[in-house]
């Protein structure tokens, strides 16, 4: 059974920094694409990052070039989301998203909110 587990979400002053943390288990095959969305009050969900797992190539969105990193941990099976500099407008609830070349699977999402 496949699985998207995000975390580290939370409250955060603005320029402050999250790392979210997205565990996948039960892919059987070892390609697969990782993204994060995020999805703010009265606002369509929304792409932020992406990542392949055999490779290194990333991707992001204009709004977050410079500030969100997107990484994988292999061994842990992990893909994170380091968010640094962190402004009023990344306030959103979180999504992981994995696609296996066949199927699309999602996370319950991890609210972020940044405030002061």
């Known amino acids: 059974q496949v699985q998207l587990v995000e975390s580290g979400g939370g409250l955060v002053q603005p320029g402050g920094s999250l790392r979210l943390s997205c565990a996948l288990s039960g892919f059987t095959f070892s390609r697969f694409v990782v993204r994060w969305y995020r999805q703010a009050p009265g606002k369509e969900r929304e792409l932020v990052a992406g990542i392949i797992s055999t490779r290194n190539s990333t991707k992001y969105a204009d709004s977050v070039k410079g500030r969100f990193t997107i990484s994988r941990d292999a061994a842990k099976n992990t893909v994170y989301l380091q968010a640094t500099n962190l402004k009023p407008e990344d306030t959103a609830v979180y999504y992981c998203?994995?696609?296996?070349?066949?199927?699309?699977?999602w996370g319950q999402g991890t609210q972020v909110d940044v405030s002061s």
């Open positions: 998203y994995a696609n296996d070349g066949f199927n699309d699977y």
